[in-house]
């Protein structure tokens, strides 16, 4: 009870912070034996996080010149490390360096790069931008650059990548095999964790059994030195620790000591020395993965040798599969299929490699001579990753609090009832309630709409129930991509029906290729505009995929998913610029009224049917010409939204932005509030 009462105070004084004092309350009702270690654990990493600060919140927006040492586009300084932000990113070495202090940015788009989430794991609350070298200093010729010259001596460049990648933690060596590993399931291979520290550790007390039990204390003085030479990631630090504990439980004369005392010891050692890690993922796919293993592990066969490492093989890797499921299909929106499989047949390989790659690295004498067959057994790995990156995977939308909770309200009472704590009727009639209840809330998000965060442009995604969705415009062509994988994220898989609103490039620019990387049912486009290149190369970019275009203009309106488009502007043979001739539509479902402007002048507003509306998409990015008093007159929006971004036009307009207050107008932006939910209902 000891160690798991720890690990909860730790794990709840860092998700809740100071809140997570309110825990003492429910220590009287708690065992006597519990009680101590949850106070302790509570308390460490309380005291932890006052002393952390933030030495940066009163500089932000400051010019500021400061100095240190840039490790993987840290800046180490005095007052606290920050991450430098630039292109391209600067050598790691002793920088002085000029820029503005900031906050690092959340994610723009449903699935995109959370750059704070991710600083905020390394315990880096700020950044610099537009950061200017004034002195560099290159790190002089250290003991990794030994290691890595041994390590390196006589293999292929292929080989030497994936020596770099599994001995050193030097990922970006692999080049595009990293994302093979992903696609196949095998990317814990190359994340310095138990795997390594295992084969390490095991390794060399194998080798030093002469020295008894003192080969225990000399085999924690190597992984000492190893995690001092690679750097403490969260995964390699959990197993460390965990590590560490056994080999001093051994050295002590302790023969058994549980794996789930293990992981519970080191998740409170860590969480008071880096409470911030718990916003890793690195840190949670590490301890879910070890949490999974240690609840299956009990339940393996152990007999005979064959059945145990055939079944132990494929239910250890489900196990550390089911645990991490959710985070995984949130966080990278898939899932490789033949992930087990994959695991069974190349992970001895990675098994062989990595010992290979630590006797390669400490014995110069013998490294030439290991070359050989690390290079062959390198070539078997990356064929074998590269084969099964190509079999299918699932694919998946984020999860909310709410998906995360019903699957391990589901989960665990299998778990409980494989270990015999709870009668397998009652965990099945658990676990069918939480399945039953996600798949009768699977679609309660919607309908709504969100307006996504691409910067200087406009985009907007419309889901109603049934999964229909409609997509409003698709930003410049760089945001294609990150489009792409914002639908994902958000459970589309396809979309009924594309419009663009106009051929200028912030708006519809993304929409060809984001034509082949999403199916679309059909295109609305206005008028067709053949002197126009970015109009030509669209629908061009639609028949070569088969998808129907459909031209509208004023009175022309379309049905699907139980919403109507009602197209109010252009005119069919509407004159003047692209903003003349944009399209403007009002998006009706069971009562909610959106105004959809594109970069419509306000002029063309006294033509177009008056009416109260829910949500006016401000036309223009805010610019002076297109939102009026006149405008908001005629409509009296409750909500608008401003697509705009760094920009050198003076967006939005400030006289827009006094209009919308006068009006009462809840005004959102982009550019402050990323991409933003609204219900429909």
Known sequence: ?????????????????????LALLALPVLPKSARWPLALGLGLVLVRLGTLGDPWAERLGERVVLEGELRGGVLHTAPA???????????????????????PDPARLPGGFDRRAWLRGRGVRAELREVRRIAYRPPPPGLRDRVRANLLRGLDPAAAGLARALTLGEREALGDDVQAFRRAGLAHALALSGLHVGLLVGFFVLLAAPL??????AALALLLGYLALVGPSPSLLRAALMAGVWLLARAAGLVEVPLSSLLALALGAQLVVTPYAVDSLSFQLSYLAVLGIALALPLLPQ?????????????????????????????????????????????PLVGLLVPLGFLKAALPALSGLLAAPFNLTAELLLGGTRLFAQLPGL??????AGGYALYYLSLAPLALAFHRWLAPRLAL???????????????????????LDVGQGDAALVRLPGGVEILVDAGHAWDARGLARALAALGVDDLDLAVGTHPDADHTGGLPELLELVPVGAL?????????????RLRAAARARGVPVVNVSRGRVLRLGGAELRFVHPPPSAPGQDNDRSLVFLLTYRGRRLLFTGDAPARHALAWPPGRVDVLKVAHHGAADGTTDALLRRFRP????????????????????DRLAAWNVRVLRADRDGSVRLPLH
């Open 1 to 21: 009870m000891t160690p798991y009462a720890f690990a909860a105070g730790a794990l709840l004084a860092a998700l809740a912070g100071p809140w997570a004092a």
């Open 81 to 103: 490390p920050l991450y430098l932000r630039g292109y391209p990113p600067l050598a790691d070495g002793w920088v002085r360096v000029e820029g503005r202090l900031a906050r």
């Open 212 to 217: 008894g039990r003192g080969r225990y204390l």
């Open 303 to 347: 007999q005979p040798r064959w059945k145990a490492a055939l079944v132990g093989g494929l239910g250890l890797t489900l196990a550390a599969q089911a645990a991490t499921l959710p985070l995984v299909l949130d966080r990278f929106g898939y899932l490789p299929l033949a992930s087990p499989l994959a695991n069974l047949v190349l992970l």
């Open 395 to 400: 694919r998946w939308g984020g999860l909310d």
């Open 429 to 451: 009639a658990l676990a069918a309630a939480a399945v039953l209840v996600a798949a009768a809330t699977a679609d309660r998000v919607r309908p709504d709409v969100w307006f």
């Open 524 to 536: 609305a486009l206005g008028p067709p505009k053949p002197d126009d290149p970015l109009d030509a």
């Open 638 to 657: 409750r909500v608008a939204w401003i697509g705009v971004g760094p920009n050198a036009f003076g967006h939005p307009d400030p006289g827009v932005l």
